[in-house]
Structures are given as C-alpha cells and as structure tokens.
C-alpha cells in the first residue's frame, strides 16, 4: 500500500521428481552469461538469468498450468497480497483479471531439488520453572534420557546435541538443554499419545514435531501458550545460539528439534492446512532487494 511495489517474493515449491524442469534451464543458463552476479551480505554466492527465450519460457507455461505449488515461506505476504488486491478492487471498481494487484512476485523451487535444505527453528525459553517440574510432567509421554557433554566449546556440544537427536529406530525426538553440561532427550514414547491430546488436530498436524513440543510439552507442562508465547518464547535457527545464550544464562532452557521433512510440509499442504508457526526455514533464500516489483 506504501510502496506500490513487492519487495520480497513469496517462495513456492512444486513437485518435479524427475527434475524435467530444471533440466531445461540448466540448458539454457550453461550458454548464457547471467545478467547479475553476486555475493550477497549472508555470504552466499547469487546469480540471476534473464530468460527471453520464447521455447523455454512456453515450455514452462505448458508445464506449470495444471500443477499444484505449496507456500514453503511467506504465507502472511501471500494474504497481504489478497488483502490488498480486494482493497483496490473495492477502491476502484477494477474488475481486470490482468490488473497487475492481482499478481505477486515468487520464486519457485523443485521440492525434490537436492540443493534444497529445511533448517530446524530452535526453541529458547524463558520460563520460572524447575527442571525437576519439566522431567516430572514430560515423563507420561516422553521417554527420558540423561546426557552429560564431552565437548567443551558451544559448538562441539552443539554438534553432539544434534547427533543424539537423529531418529535412527525412534521418531519425534527433542533435546531439552539445562547449561552446563547436561541436557536431555525426549522421546515420544507412542503415537497413540498425540490422538489423546491433540484430537481436535489433524492426524498430518499432530505428527509435526513443532506442534508436539508446543501442545505436549510447552502448554501443559511449562504453562507457554498462544497468550504468553512472545514473552516466554525467542528463537533461533543457529544451533550454537541455543546453547549459548543458556549457557551464559539469557535464556533459562532451550529445545534443540529436528528439521521438517519436506514430506510433511506437502502433507499438511494437501490436507488443506497451513505449517505452525516457525516450522520451516528454506535454504538457500533468494536475496532481499535483489529483484523487486512495482505494482503499476
């Protein structure tokens, strides 16, 4: 409304296992020289092709129409976007389909893409609690393990803490880390559990690990709510930060979680529903500013 313009695209993922589409463009881009090239502040290398060649871009028309594309980041700007479409039909009375508010800039990603990474989103608490209260209420659904750190940096215990939480035989696994040395795994003992207390939830929202932690474990035993969520929750996609800032006291405990699987993302999406909130972080992210669209 501001500006006129859309500053950041929305990112979109689409289902290609066989990789047929970036196949096509890889083709093109090998003899074209990019119109920009770049290392961007987060110290990632970005190169943009402007494509202007009729037979690929009808190739990608003809593959896209009938496809299905999930919002893997930026579901608040893709409502805004709607929002402020009806505004200006309202304000208007433009009917136009082709009216450029009708459209919004996207990148789009094969969800199959190997280049294609979800990060955890790490919990940091800051929450008046025992830990004698946390391992006592989480013992009915959880299995428990005690472990004692062998490295001494934050980032060697980082690395142990994200090893021990791999699933191997076992799912839904979380680390509660305490400072010091210590910290804990939690194990979901059985699925069953999640029916039992989530079953106004979807089956495909209850087997989010995200949505575990935050109706399992962070609402009835921890007392974090949708209400109090803000002032109890930061968080953190920096495995070293979630053990730093409790160690160092800043935080009183922080739950270090597993990614996403992209599996899950298009479960939920398929079913009609929307991820939790903090539940997925795509990497590589386009780089902000380096394309923007005027809406005129």
């Given at each position: 409304?501001?500006t006129?313009a859309?500053?950041?695209?929305?990112?979109?993922?689409?289902?290609?296992?066989k990789d047929?589409?970036m196949?096509e463009?890889?083709n093109?881009?090998?003899?074209?020289?990019p119109?920009?090239?770049?290392?961007g502040?987060?110290g990632?290398?970005?190169?943009l092709?402007?494509?202007?060649?009729?037979k690929?871009?009808?190739?990608?028309q003809s593959?896209?129409k009938?496809?299905?594309?999930?919002?893997?980041?930026?579901?608040?700007r893709?409502?805004?976007?709607?929002?402020?479409?009806?505004e200006?039909?309202?304000?208007?009375?433009?009917?136009?389909?082709?009216a450029?508010?009708?459209?919004?800039?996207?990148?789009?990603?094969n969800?199959?893409d190997?280049?294609?990474?979800?990060?955890?989103?790490?919990?940091?608490i800051?929450?008046?609690?025992?830990?004698?209260a946390?391992?006592?209420?989480?013992?009915?659904?959880?299995?428990?393990?005690?472990?004692?750190?062998?490295?001494?940096?934050?980032?060697?215990q980082?690395?142990?803490?994200?090893?021990?939480?791999?699933?191997k035989?076992?799912?839904?696994k979380?680390a509660l880390?305490?400072?010091?040395?210590?910290?804990?795994?939690?194990?979901?003992k059985n699925?069953n559990?999640?029916?039992?207390?989530?079953?106004?939830?979807?089956?495909?929202?209850?087997?989010?690990d995200?949505?575990i932690l935050?109706?399992i474990?962070?609402?009835?035993?921890?007392g974090?709510?949708?209400?109090?969520?803000?002032?109890?929750?930061?968080?953190?996609?920096?495995?070293?930060?979630?053990?730093?800032?409790?160690?160092?006291?800043?935080?009183?405990?922080?739950?270090?979680?597993?990614a996403?699987k992209?599996?899950?993302l298009?479960?939920?999406a398929?079913?009609g529903?929307?991820?939790?909130?903090?539940?997925?972080?795509?990497?590589?992210?386009?780089?902000s500013?380096l394309?923007?669209?005027?809406?005129?």
């Amino acid at each position: 409304r501001t500006t006129y313009a859309n500053l950041e695209p929305i990112e979109l993922l689409y289902v290609d296992e066989k990789d047929k589409v970036m196949k096509e463009i890889d083709n093109y881009i090998l003899n074209t020289e990019p119109a920009v090239d770049v290392i961007g502040y987060d110290g990632f290398k970005h190169r943009l092709w402007e494509v202007n060649d009729d037979k690929l871009i009808s190739f990608l028309q003809s593959w896209m129409k009938d496809k299905i594309l999930f919002i893997a980041d930026g579901h608040h700007r893709y409502q805004t976007a709607i929002d402020f479409a009806n505004e200006i039909r309202e304000k208007t009375g433009n009917r136009d389909e082709n009216a450029p508010f009708n459209y919004m800039m996207v990148v789009i990603a094969n969800m199959f893409d190997k280049g294609l990474a979800i990060l955890p989103t790490h919990r940091l608490i800051k929450r008046n609690i025992s830990l004698e209260a946390i391992l006592k209420g989480v013992e009915k659904y959880f299995e428990v393990e005690e472990k004692t750190l062998i490295s001494r940096d934050y980032e060697g215990q980082s690395k142990e803490i994200i090893k021990a939480l791999e699933p191997k035989d076992r799912e839904h696994k979380f680390a509660l880390y305490t400072g010091g040395d210590k910290y804990y795994i939690f194990t979901l003992k059985n699925e069953n559990i999640l029916d039992k207390m989530m079953p106004s939830y979807s089956k495909t929202l209850r087997k989010l690990d995200v949505t575990i932690l935050h109706k399992i474990i962070l609402e009835p035993v921890m007392g974090i709510n949708e209400a109090n969520l803000e002032e109890h929750v930061k968080y953190t996609r920096d495995n070293v930060e979630a053990i730093k800032l409790v160690a160092e006291g800043k935080f009183d405990y922080s739950f270090l979680m597993n990614a996403t699987k992209i599996e899950e993302l298009r479960d939920v999406a398929n079913a009609g529903e929307h991820m939790p909130q903090k539940s997925t972080y795509f990497l590589p992210k386009m780089l902000s500013g380096l394309v923007m669209r005027k809406i005129e």
